[in-house]
């Protein structure tokens, strides 16, 4: 197993998967931190791993401007959940109430780049709110990932049409459904271009490799 280096001074940072073993950081000098994907894994490896698995629930998020989009997956099940028209503070912690509530254990949360793959304007905003809510999840165990989200907004609109829906039926619900759509992608590509939000509090660290042991089988009732 990887170790976790001292970093304390740095604020959460992101990791990206390096040969699809282990989430690693690095500066120009040293390695910062290795964290091993068997210490904190995201649902759609464990899943690909072992398809027996049936723990973790998956809260997709399409953050935009003024509204924000999620979609829950439990199991092999996607679902747009609601759209928020809040911003700060006020959405971060109506984010964190609405995982409680669904008994989530991720957050995989959209991040725009363009076309050719590079960071946009928006891109920063995504990572600044993503890196406030790793330490909010943190706390309870949970997990915050970042993924490529280019197109899902695309995606979603020929989702509702092709599902029939009308333009008053699609009113409002486009970002749920890009939330869908982020999630069904990360699923998809199981996790293989996700990056680790992670707090920079070794406390919390702990609190997330704690949270990944702790698996427990799920039904797919749609009732909640």
């Not at 957050?107 to 909010?136: C, H």
């Amino acid at each position: 197993m990887a170790h976790l280096l001292a970093a304390v001074s740095l604020p959460p940072v992101t990791f990206r998967p390096a040969g699809g073993h282990y989430l690693r950081l690095t500066t120009k000098t040293q390695a910062i931190r290795a964290v091993s994907l068997e210490e904190i894994s995201p649902n759609a490896v464990r899943r690909k791993l072992d398809s027996t698995w049936r723990g973790g629930f998956s809260l997709g998020v399409d953050l935009g401007l003024a509204r924000t989009g999620l979609a829950l997956s439990k199991g092999f099940n996607f679902r747009p959940l609601t759209v928020l028209e809040l911003r700060g503070q006020k959405l971060e912690l109506r984010i964190i109430d609405i995982a409680q509530k669904q008994e989530v254990d991720e957050f995989i949360i959209g991040l725009p780049l363009s076309s050719d793959g590079k960071e946009t304007p928006q891109s920063n905003k995504v990572r600044s709110v993503a890196g406030r809510l790793a330490v909010r999840a943190a706390e309870r165990g949970w997990r915050v990932y970042l993924q490529e989200e280019y197109g899902t907004t695309i995606d979603a609109m020929s989702y509702m049409v092709d599902r029939g829906l009308g333009k008053s039926a699609r009113e409002g619900k486009q970002d749920a459904y890009a939330a869908a759509m982020v999630l069904e992608r990360y699923f998809l590509e199981s996790g293989r271009r996700i990056e680790l939000v992670l707090p920079k509090q070794l406390d919390l660290q702990e609190r997330l490799k704690k949270g990944c042991s702790k698996d427990a089988d799920y039904s797919t009732d749609e009732s909640d």
